[in-house]
């Protein structure tokens, strides 16, 4: 198992950016597939970022591709998520998840293992 704590989150304007981290428990984080989510009230959870094991693959949602960034370091057992040019649109708790039965976790909520707490991101105008 692994154990996942999000933090970053904030308040920014318009235009502005936050780093999220992602910290894992455990000595196998390099084992499993990260991926970021985000989730409003009256929502379905969203795909934002996925990162494979070692980092060397990544995808994202079309409505951040550009302007977000999902990195790790196994090292320090650590996912990043770099939001820039930030929108209201963006304003959600945001969620890190590994999923450990693949390389690459993929665009769907339902095949990642083990999630976060959540940290609030909200983008005013």
């Known amino acids: 198992q692994v154990q996942l704590v999000e933090s970053g989150g904030g308040l920014v304007q318009a235009g502005g950016s936050l780093r999220l981290s992602c910290a894992a428990s455990g000595r196998t984080f390099s084992s499993y597939a990260m991926g970021w989510f985000r989730q409003t009230p009256g929502k379905e959870r969203e795909f934002v970022a996925a990162i494979s094991r070692s980092g060397s693959s990544t995808g994202y949602a079309d409505s951040v591709k550009g302007r977000f960034t999902i990195s790790r370091d196994n090292a320090k057992n650590t996912v990043y998520l770099q939001m820039n040019s930030l929108k209201p649109e963006d304003t959600a708790v945001y969620y890190c998840?590994?999923?450990?039965?693949?390389?690459?976790?993929?665009?769907?909520?339902?095949?990642?293992?083990?999630w976060g707490q959540g940290t609030q991101a909200t983008v005013s105008s």
């Open positions: 998840a590994a999923r450990g039965d693949a390389y690459y976790g993929g665009v769907d909520f339902k095949n990642y293992d083990y």
